[in-house]
Nanobody, 119 residues
Framework: QVQLVDSGGGLVQAGDSLRLSCAAS????????MAWFRQAPGKEREFVATIAWSGSDAYYGTSVKGRFTISRDNARNTVYLQMNSLKPEDTAVYYCAAEMYYTGKYEYWGQGTQVTVSS
């Protein structure tokens, strides 16, 4: 079992920055990668970014590439999403997720944190 607690959302203006955090606990040694997804009202869930739990491989969704940066602190079992140059279309609930070695699927999810960007 892995528990994920995401935080850091809020209300900001267009062009501002925000950093989200996702703290993992439990059997973190079984985590292969961590990712951020988001879901806006009336829209499907969208992939934002992913990073390997060990190593430096990171990948981004097209809509956030160049503006968002995913990173991790293994000592704290925490993954971050630095979001710069925020746009109103970035407004969504952001979820972190853990991809597990033994399934290759995102088995565990955080509770979500709301990000609202006003124009």
């Amino acid at each position: 079992q892995v528990q994920l607690v995401d935080s850091g959302g809020g209300l900001v203006q267009a062009g501002d920055s925000l950093r989200l955090s996702c703290a993992a606990s439990g059997r973190t040694n079984n985590i292969y990668a961590m990712a951020w997804f988001r879901q806006a009202p009336g829209k499907e869930r969208e992939f934002v970014a992913t990073i390997a739990w060990s190593g430096s491989d990171a990948y981004y969704g097209t809509s956030v590439k160049g503006r968002f940066t995913i990173s991790r602190d293994n000592a704290r079992n925490t993954v971050y999403l630095q979001m710069n140059s925020l746009k109103p279309e970035d407004t969504a609930v952001y979820y972190c997720a853990a991809e597990m070695y033994y399934t290759g699927k995102y088995e565990y999810w955080g509770q979500g944190t709301q990000v609202t960007v006003s124009s």
